[in-house]
């Protein structure tokens, strides 16, 4: 049984920083994309970052140069750091996995808030 779970979000104050993690469990994820996703209220689901087990990796266009993805393969864990974080930011955060080959084979965790606010 894969389970996704999410962890590191909070209340922060424009301009922090934060750390988020996800960690995999039930498979072998090297054949598998991790990715964090967010949605704030409504709005759609959009990209933050992703990263294949090789780190190759991709942002979406709010977050370049502010958010940096990573992933240590053994642990089948991913990590999110968040520079200068402004109100936009605020979101819940999902991790994502979903194989490479196969992209109907993908899993989401339960998302983790991060709220950005003075």
């Known amino acids: 049984q894969v389970q996704v779970v999410e962890s590191g979000g909070g209340l922060v104050q424009p301009g922090d920083s934060l750390k988020l993690s996800c960690y995999a469990s039930?498979?072998?994820?090297?054949?598998?994309?991790m990715g964090w996703y967010r949605q704030s209220p409504g709005k759609q689901r959009e990209l933050v970052a992703t990263?294949?087990?090789?780190?190759?990796?991709a942002y979406g266009d709010s977050v370049k140069d502010r958010f940096f993805i990573s992933r240590e393969n053994i642990k089948n864990s991913m990590h999110l750091q968040m520079y200068d974080l402004t109100p936009e930011d605020t979101a819940v955060y999902y991790c994502?996995?979903?194989?490479?080959?196969?992209?109907?084979?993908?899993?989401w965790g339960q998302g983790t808030q991060v709220t950005v606010s003075s």
């Open positions: 994502n996995v979903r194989h490479v080959f196969a992209p109907a084979d993908d899993y």
């Open positions: 990263i294949t087990s090789d780190t190759n990796t």
């Open positions: 039930g498979r072998d994820f090297t054949q598998y994309v």
